[in-house]
């Protein structure tokens, strides 16, 4: 199969789109497409806008090389902005565009665009489409819902069942983790001092829109369930179970998985099987207690005296008996295990 110049402008992640870029670099050179009047830094502008106040970029089909050109630059706006939370409403955004568009696309292309951009290994059977384990494990391991769990799988000779809509949910969950991984990449270009009064503005625009995230205090886009507390992992396991949880357990769960980067519209997912879930109220509650609307206002998870009094801690290591807040236990955990991979490298 073929792609066009209209799939390197929907699909960012297929080969096609980074020959494309780099030709275009080539030719029209970095400074003329950074330049203040040019329509590439606008449309990134505006795919940047999109993201923040939609939810979802669409495709600009007006020029596809401007389009195609137009995330590369909306990624290099966003290093300079270095605002955590704008790179996860960026890429959660890219990925509800990616998926919408892949939901329409035959089995046939799904395949070959899985292959051409993640190089996964993908089978097709009747109305299935099968993915190496391996390759399944890499990018479910970052959604939260125990449907995604390999144990709730068919597997057939190390290749994951999934239908046409799972493997579509899949692939743009991959998409979503490469411009997460990209953004921490890409090199700090010089940008001219044009764009530097670009950058500013927006960062005053989103200010008030998508509160800083305080690095010190939480580990964005480090998703380790290895390393969270107990409390937090039986919340998990009991909102996977569908139990019905109290408001403050709904609370501790969302604003801890919230604090290390998760997004609102990521932990809906896991608040769906709730026997009272009303999706636009838990969404509202979501992006309410993350800051995103109303006061404004954070919110990180009550402290683990709190939690006792509430019943909700189960502390049963020993450094629970250090801690005075589960995200302190998390920080220190996963400095601990990236401490033994670290050794284990060395040995
Ligand atoms: S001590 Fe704190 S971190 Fe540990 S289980 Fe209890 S509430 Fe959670």
């Known amino acids: 199969m073929i792609f066009s110049k209209l799939d390197a402008a929907t699909y960012p992640f297929i080969s096609l789109a980074s020959r494309l870029v780099k030709e275009l670099e080539e030719s029209l050179g970095l400074n003329a497409i950074l330049s203040p009047d040019s329509e590439v830094l606008r449309r990134s502008v505006e795919r940047i806008r999109e993201a923040v106040y939609s939810r979802a970029t669409s495709v600009y089909k007006r020029d596809l090389e401007v389009e195609v ?8 706006l966003i290093k300079h902005m270095n605002n955590k939370r704008l790179v996860n409403v960026y890429a959660e955004a890219e990925k509800n565009r990616v998926l919408a568009n892949l939901l329409k696309e035959s089995q046939e292309k799904l395949a070959t665009l899985a292959i051409d951009g ?11 489409l099968f993915v190496r384990f391996d390759d399944y494990l890499k990018t479910s ?8 769990k390999l144990v709730n799988r068919r597997l057939v000779k190390g290749y994951v069942e999934l239908s046409r809509r799972d493997f579509s949910r899949l692939l743009a969950e991959a998409y979503r983790t490469r411009i997460l991984e990209k953004v921490n990449q890409v090199e700090d270009v010089q940008v001219p001092s044009t764009l530097k009064s670009v950058i500013e503005e927006l960062e005053r625009e989103f200010q008030g829109v998508l509160p800083k995230v305080d690095v010190s205090a939480t580990y964005v886009g480090e998703y380790v369930p290895s390393a969270f507390p107990a409390c937090i992992l039986k919340l998990l396991e009991e909102a996977e179970q569908g139990k019905n949880l109290s408001h403050m357990a709904r609370f501790t769960l969302a604003t801890f998985l919230l604090s290390i980067g998760k997004t609102p519209e990521e932990l809906l997912d ?6 009272d879930f009303d999706e636009s109220k838990t969404l509202y509650h979501l992006r309410h207690i993350a800051g995103e609307i109303g006061s404004r206002k954070k919110y990180t998870p009550p402290s683990c005296a709190t939690l006792r009094t509430f019943g909700l801690c189960v502390a049963n290591d020993e450094l629970c008996q250090k801690v005075k807040h589960p995200l302190t236990y998390y920080s220190k955990k996963l400095k601990s295990l990236k401490r033994g991979e670290l050794g284990k490298r060395a040995k």
């Open 118 to 128: 993640f190089n996964w290994h993908v089978k097709r059977e009747g109305d299935f």
């Open 141 to 148: 391991v970052n959604m939260l819902d125990a449907y995604w």
């Open 270 to 275: 896991l608040f769906r099987k709730m026997p």
């Open 69 to 76: 050109l137009s995330h590369p630059v909306a990624l290099i």
